[in-house]
């Protein structure tokens, strides 16, 4: 059974969100917030595995108690869900470490199986918000050292960006699991990052995906 905290500042909105993820099976909600401050408290005490974050919120804004939430319990996922998708909402949400962005507009479907693919280590990003991305790093990355990643460390990277486990990667390049990990920890060493998610959009941003 896969733990939620709703996190939303909108009381019809939280209930809806809350209903839906209610009826999915394998997941149970186990508290509610109304804060950013409230979701920081409510994680500690409930100690659920994914937090839906919207991003604006009263006394703490999303970003930052998913930064905080994160650094008290990093096993944790944060999957942001919100109807903001500005670049500097995007980058404040990936760099707090959140595992995921989606956007409240999305189908149902892909609300509940972004909250099974954060659990399960992968990085979710609505469509839109790779392809601004993308569009961020059209603009910006001709003045930045691109770092050497190898051809597998890019073939590794490119499948985590379209949601691959580890063992799944594995399967795909015909390798072993402990070498697709020291791939990725090759890539995040080379890219200045420390998780899967931030390693993906930073690559998005540098052209090298």
Do not use: C, W
Not at 13 to 31: K, M, T
Not at 73 to 96: F, G, H, K, N
């Amino acid at each position: 059974m896969i733990r939620v905290l709703v996190a939303d500042d909108h009381p019809i909105v939280r209930g809806g969100i809350v209903g839906l993820l209610d009826l999915a099976d394998g997941i149970e909600v186990v508290a509610e917030a109304a804060t950013g401050a409230q979701a920081l408290e409510r994680t500690l005490a409930t100690e659920p595995d994914v937090v839906m974050m919207d991003l604006r919120m009263p006394e703490l804004d999303g970003a930052s108690a998913t930064a905080r939430i994160l650094a008290e319990r990093p096993q944790t996922r944060v999957l942001v869900l919100t109807t903001y998708e500005s670049d500097d909402d995007i980058l404040s949400a990936i760099e707090a470490g959140a595992s995921g962005y989606l956007l409240k507009a999305a189908p149902a479907e892909e609300i509940v199986a972004g909250v099974r693919a954060v659990v399960d280590g992968k990085t979710v990003l609505a469509p839109s918000i790779a392809a601004t991305l993308v569009q961020r790093m059209r603009g910006g990355a001709d003045d930045r050292q691109l770092p050497a990643l190898s051809p597998r460390e890019l073939d590794v990277l490119r499948l985590v960006a379209k949601g691959h486990s580890n063992p799944q990667i594995a399967r795909e390049l015909f390798i072993g699991e402990a070498t697709v990990k020291t791939h990725l920890l090759h890539a995040f060493d080379k890219l200045g990052v420390s998780d899967r998610t931030r390693a993906v959009t930073l690559a998005l941003e540098l052209g090298l995906l």
